[in-house]
Nanobody
Framework: QVQLVESGGGLVQPGGYLRLSCAAS????????MDWYRQAPGKQRELVAA???????NYADSVKGRFTISRDNAKNTVYLQMNSLKPEATAVYYC???????????????WGQGTQVTVSS
């Protein structure tokens, strides 16, 4: 059994910042890619940022230069530092990770429960 638990969401004014965290726990053998997605009301879920186990990163064009994804492999945790936040960043943010457990031969996708980010004055 694997769990992803996000934290750090909340209400912030435009131009402000937030740092999201997502910790994976359970019978984990290895974690490969870890990603952040978001879903705004009435919109499809979209990839915000991704990071490989080796630290290579990828960002949506809309957040490049303002968001930074990082991970601590020793803690099985991924972070999303969000700076210069805009109202259009308002969404539920989900953590996603490609995880192989001790009982499985192949990795599978796991999702967190989501954390709400609201950017408003």
């Amino acid at each position: 059994q694997v769990q992803l638990v996000e934290s750090g969401g909340g209400l912030v004014q435009p131009g402000g910042y937030l740092r999201l965290s997502c910790a994976a726990s359970g019978s984990i053998f290895s974690i490969y890619a870890m990603d952040w997605y978001r879903q705004a009301p009435g919109k499809q879920r979209e990839l915000v940022a991704a990071i490989t186990s080796g630290g290579r990163t990828n960002y949506a064009d809309s957040v490049k230069g303002r968001f930074t994804i990082s991970r601590d492999n020793a803690k099985n945790t991924v972070y999303l530092q969000m700076n210069s936040l805009k109202p259009e960043a308002t969404a539920v943010y989900y953590c996603n990770a490609d995880i192989q457990t001790w009982s499985e031969g192949l990795p599978h996708d796991y999702w967190g429960q989501g954390t709400q980010v609201t950017v408003s004055s």
